[in-house]
């Protein structure tokens, strides 16, 4: 409401529309007139801003924050609200290289960790796994970040490992076994 008004009141300004002197779209009315504000307040063209400074606009009549709808029964206290951080590993599985992350909740509580794979959402880590053929036995975790000049430019890639299986490195291309396995596959030009 208050951006509205401020719009309206640049737009009145900038215009020399060459209305009388008493309009409010005039220019000159408040720069000559001396009971512009008075005159302005009063004439009831447009609501007045000073009396709902401070106050947010929460919509249709400002009738509460629904708007006066009727948004159900009352469920009782929110459930409590969790925020996550990730682990990102990569896995082997049937498909090639993929993203597995582990969600923990930061603040405790009542938030179980839970785990992701393509989007696809598991309680534990061997579910995850086994939804597409991956090896359990190779959940790789981000041990090292390089950067390197590459065909002359700066770029970089992070090396993932686990004991019990190969390397991987993530490229700005993909997930390569290598560094010359990502060289081959997008060569230099």
């Not at 951006?3 to 720069?31: E, I, K, Q, T």
């Not at 947010?56 to 709808?69: E, F, I, S, T, Y």
């Not at 995850?128 to 991956?134: Q, R, V």
């Amino acid at each position: 409401m208050r951006f509205a008004l401020l719009v309206l009141l640049l737009a009145a300004v900038a215009c020399d529309c060459g209305g009388d002197p008493g309009s409010d779209l005039a220019p000159s009315d408040a720069a000559v007139s001396g009971d512009a504000g008075a005159r302005d307040a009063a004439s009831g063209d447009l609501p007045d801003a000073a009396a709902d400074l401070g106050e947010p606009d929460l919509g249709p009549a400002d009738g509460g924050v629904d708007g006066g709808l009727d948004l159900g029964p009352d469920l009782g206290p929110p459930a409590p609200m969790c925020r996550f951080l990730d682990d990102v590993f990569i896995v082997s599985c049937a498909a090639g290289y993929r993203y597995l992350r582990r969600w923990y909740a930061i603040d405790g509580g009542e938030c179980p960790d839970y785990y992701t794979l393509d989007g696809a959402t598991f309680e534990t880590e061997a579910e995850a796994l086994a939804s597409d053929a991956c090896s359990p036995d190779c959940t790789r975790h981000p041990s090292t970040s390089v950067t390197i000049i590459r065909c002359g430019i700066r770029t970089g890639y992070i090396l993932f490992r686990d004991d019990d299986c190969d390397v991987a490195i993530e490229t700005p291309d993909g997930i390569f076994p290598s560094r010359e396995a990502w060289d081959e596959a997008h060569p230099c030009e």
